[in-house]
């Protein structure tokens, strides 16, 4: 199997690139985030491969980090979720943004990827729930208190503090960063009024 690829770019394609490992080249199909972070043709690149090897097929599907080939691995454990829909929800997130999106259970954020309608946007933010804080990357300091809000279970001043902040027009996910920013910054125990206004201090910044 192959497991990373380090070459040069011989062409960039809508879904794919060429890339030319010492004179054999290799196509490798790409999210359009990805593609969109290259180089240009004749560039290095580094890209982390998952071989998807069938009967009838042998598919190279590359990546920047192997955090994202870890999604396209996880989003296909999802009921109707194959390499295409895991590309798109790739190209629309990031590793971080996605695992937020579940840890919060917006399905209305994953759905924003072609191709990925209301039923299965729900079964990718069930279904993936307790996977999402191991896979949080960057986003993993947060995710805690966004699982506890996405489940319901959040404390009433730090749920009625992101519900008012979602409210003034800030996604939940920025209301969410803003009060976890908030609690740390010496509002733990306080009231959802002080969590709002050290929140509103955090999205000033």
């Known amino acids: 199997m192959i497991g990373k690829l380090k070459g040069t770019i011989d062409e960039i394609g809508d879904d794919y690139v060429l890339v030319d490992v010492h004179g054999v080249c290799y196509e490798v199909f790409c999210s359009s985030r990805v593609l969109s972070k290259m180089g240009s043709v004749g560039e290095a690149v580094v890209l982390f491969i998952e071989t998807y090897v069938r009967e009838d097929q042998f598919k190279l599907f590359g990546f920047l980090t192997a955090l994202e080939r870890e999604w396209f691995n996880l989003l296909q454990s999802v009921q109707g979720v194959g390499a295409k829909v895991a590309l798109a929800v790739l190209s629309t997130l990031t590793p971080s943004e996605l695992a937020n999106a579940i840890a919060l259970q917006d399905k209305t954020t994953v759905s924003r990827a072609p191709g990925v ?16 804080p191991a896979f949080a990357g960057e986003a993993s300091g947060n995710i805690g208190l966004k699982q506890e809000l996405g489940e319901g ?3 009433a001043p730090v749920a009625d503090a992101v519900s008012a902040l979602t409210n003034l027009g800030y996604s939940r996910d920025q209301a969410a960063n803003a009060v976890a920013a908030a609690l740390k910054n010496g509002g733990e125990g306080g009231d959802s009024a002080r969590l709002i206004r050290l929140g509103l201090k955090e999205l000033a910044r």
């Open 153 to 155: 279970v959040a404390a």
């Open 117 to 132: 309608g209301p039923k299965v946007a729900v079964r990718i933010v069930t279904e993936l729930k307790n996977k999402a």
